[in-house]
């Protein structure tokens, strides 16, 4: 049977990898959170002080990453150390942003993507799934809020893990960098694909938007 592909973009802190992730479920279809191979890159250079793009060049070739599923959830592997958990910092963040843009680091990670995709039924989240990574996905989502609010849940979620670390202004700081970043940069720039159905929660709860996204889902796959 043909894998079912439903790819899901959009700026970060819109909610994407908690809904993708129950939308995967829902579905029965596998989760692939791309945001986080791109940290585990990041973290790897981090770690490594690979710095310039010439340093994190260099680094690919040493970097084996695999994806694994623990009750569920996504965990990335580099070399056969499971980062997750490291990958969620503000400095990571910042570094994903940064790896992302370089079109080698983009190639690298095109066909591990594509080939989850071909294997599997998944819900892929990320910047360029619809448009690049998935052009021929079932479903095309991009999913979206106000850079505030957006800012106000990553703030939250980060205040939980490192209390005190960031104030909410410099976590909007880093949406609005972020942001200019991911949409600015020349390869792979976040974008809503044309035939994407756009969804804002800006002002939805988790449930709402949950809803709103399975319905637009149904719509395209008839069921
Ligand atoms: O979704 P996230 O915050 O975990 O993503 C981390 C960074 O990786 C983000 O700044 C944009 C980049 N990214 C990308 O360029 N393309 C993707 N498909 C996924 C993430």
């Keep these: 049977m043909k894998a079912v592909n439903i790819a899901i973009d959009g700026p970060s802190g819109a909610g994407k990898s908690t809904l993708a992730r129950k939308l995967a479920a829902r579905l029965g279809y596998v989760y692939v959170d791309t945001g986080a191979l791109y940290r585990a890159i990041a973290y790897d250079c981090i770690s490594h002080k690979a710095d310039s793009e010439e340093q994190i060049l260099a680094r690919l070739p040493e970097i084996r990453l695999s994806l694994g599923y623990i009750d569920g959830a996504q965990h990335v592997f580099v070399n056969g150390e499971d980062v997750s958990g490291s990958i969620r910092t503000a400095e990571v963040s910042m570094g994903a942003s940064r790896v992302a843009a370089i079109p080698k680091v983009r190639e690298f990670l095109f066909n591990l993507q594509q080939e989850m995709a071909k294997t599997h039924s998944v819900v892929m989240d990320g910047r360029d799934i619809g448009t690049v990574v998935l052009p021929d ?87």
């Design 137 to 223: 996905a079932d479903v095309k989502i991009f999913l979206t809020a106000s850079a505030e609010k957006r800012a106000e849940r990553r703030y939250i979620e980060l205040n939980e893990k490192q209390p005190g670390k960031q104030t909410y202004e410099e976590v909007l700081a880093d949406v609005i960098r972020r942001d200019e970043q991911d949409m600015n940069r020349e390869i792979a720039p976040l974008r809503q694909a044309p035939d994407a159905v756009l969804v804002d929660t800006t002002d939805a709860d988790l449930a709402q938007a949950e809803e709103m996204l399975l319905n637009a889902c149904k719509e395209k796959l008839g069921s």
